[in-house]
C-alpha cells in the first residue's frame, strides 16, 4: 500500500524569481518540423513552487509535478542541477 508513484519531472532554466516562494522555469525542447525535417526550439513556461531549495534567476532547476497549489502553480522545485555563473 505505501507504493511511491513515479512522478512527472522537467529540466528547465529559472527566467524569474521575483515572486514570493514561487519561480518561473522555462522549459526547452526539441522538436522535428513535420515538412522541413530540421529540429526547432519549443520554449514553454511553468510556474513552480519553492519548498526548501532556494533557487536564482539563471539556474538549471529539475521540477516535479505535485498537486495544484493555485491557479497556475502545478510543479515544484525538487533540485539545482547546476547554478548560475556570477559574473563580476
Known amino acids: 500500500m505505501t507504493e511511491k508513484r513515479k512522478r512527472q ?13 514561487t519561480v518561473v ?9 513535420p515538412l522541413y525535417k ?5 520554449f514553454k513556461k511553468y510556474f ?3 519548498g526548501t ?9 529539475r521540477i516535479s ?3 495544484p497549489i493555485s491557479k497556475k502553480k502545478r510543479w515544484q522545485v525538487s533540485e ?3 547554478e548560475a555563473k556570477i559574473i563580476g
Not at 522555469?25 to 518540423?33: A, C, E, F, I, S
Open 65 to 67: 509535478s505535485i498537486r
Open 38 to 42: 530540421k529540429y526547432i526550439k519549443i
Open 9 to 21: 519531472s522537467l529540466t528547465g532554466k529559472v527566467v524569474s524569481a521575483k515572486m514570493d516562494k
Open 25 to 33: 522555469v522555462r522549459v526547452t525542447r526539441k522538436v522535428k518540423h
Open 80 to 82: 539545482i542541477i547546476r
Open 53 to 61: 531549495i532556494e533557487p536564482k534567476m539563471g539556474d538549471i532547476v
Open 48 to 50: 513552480a513552487h519553492i
